[in-house]
């Protein structure tokens, strides 16, 4: 279980080759295996590869919501926020109190402009981690928008 984490620390960092080669023997029904494997693919851009290895890790565990979440979190980079708030959805339905969703879906809300529908998402998000300091940091952007906006 190790080879995911430490393939997505050597995909951060750039080594993309070394992160790849930790994941090749990894199982082909190991959910964090296949998450890692997306998230690296989409740290290099490989956006159709990013999208299939997160639809097979959503396939694997359907009942988990942290692929969902995390291809959200891709689409969103990607300049899709009306597709990760389709990928942030299905993430919170999976995993109600899952505060990383109702984030990003709020982060996807704010790159549409409706900063003041992101607000919502983000109070809600507030429940389940008081204490995240990216989720307060993006409250209070939408704050400063949706006072900009209203």
Not at 35 to 61: E, N, P, S, T
């Amino acid at each position: 279980m190790i080879n995911p984490l430490m393939a997505l620390a050597l995909a951060h960092v750039g080594q993309f080759a070394e992160a790849e080669a930790r994941l090749k023997s990894t199982p082909a029904d190991c959910y964090p295996c296949l998450r890692a494997r997306a998230q690296v693919a989409a740290l290099q851009g490989q956006d159709g590869r990013a999208d299939y290895w997160f639809a097979r890790a959503a396939a694997v565990d359907p009942s988990l919501p942290f692929a969902e979440s995390e291809w959200g979190s891709a689409l969103l980079d990607r300049g899709k926020p009306d597709d990760a708030i389709a990928k942030f959805t299905l993430a919170n339905r999976h995993g109600p109190h899952f505060a990383d969703p109702l984030e990003g879906w709020g982060e996807a809300l704010m790159a549409k402009n409706r900063s003041d529908l992101a607000l919502a998402k983000f109070e809600e998000a507030e429940k389940y981690a008081p204490n995240w300091g990216r989720l307060h940091l993006k409250w209070g952007e939408a704050l400063g928008y949706a006072g900009a906006e209203g």
